[in-house]
């Protein structure tokens, strides 16, 4: 067992790793890691800066930093960093949700502009309707006037 300090100043068990590329297969409980003539078993417990490494190889068991540590290692701060990435996406998407809401209420606040302009407009409407009601209720009224004179001066003569 070592820690992320002891495997992260073992500059070997990187360059070694860099050199070999072992293939890195992740497994439930942490990773697998193709030996020269085995397949390791390599887990990782706790937090990237913390963490708890166990590697089943001979150097492993002796609390060495091997190359499959390193590797396994390499592999699951990939995996840390995507994580990472993924998460920073989604906050992306909740502040562009954020940045899009002033347009939703330059939107609504237009409508509203709209829709005050048209209360203004059928209020005139209806002003005017009134209007024209009196006009021409004064247009019969002045119409019988002028009948009622027509009729009763027309009989005179
Ligand atoms: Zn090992």
Redesign the pocket.
């Known amino acids: 067992m070592i820690t992320t300090r002891e495997l992260q100043s073992n500059s070997n068990a990187f360059t070694k790793a860099g050199a070999v590329k072992p293939p890195v297969f992740k497994r439930e409980n942490g990773f697998a ?1 193709q ?1 020269a003539n085995d397949i ?1 078993s ?1 887990s990782i417990q706790g937090e990237v800066e913390n963490a708890v490494i166990d ?6 068991q002796n609390s060495k930093p ?4 390193a590797s396994a290692f390499q592999v699951f701060l990939n995996d840390k960093a995507k994580a990472a990435k993924a998460a920073e996406d989604f906050d992306f998407e909740l502040i562009s949700a954020e940045l899009s809401q002033p347009v939703q209420s330059r939107t609504d606040r237009l409508l509203a502009e709209q829709a005050a302009q048209i209360q203004t407009l059928e209020t005139k409407v209806s002003q005017l309707e009134r209007r024209f009601t009196a006009l021409l209720n004064r247009v019969e009224t002045e119409a019988e006037f002028v009948d009622y004179v027509n009729t009763k001066y027309s009989k005179a003569y």
């Not at 590697?55 to 492993?60: D, F, L, M, P, T």
């Not at 091997?66 to 540590?69: G, K, L, P, S």
Request: hydrophobic share 30%.
């Open positions: 890691v030996g390791y390599v590697c089943n190889c001979k150097a492993g091997c190359y499959h540590a």
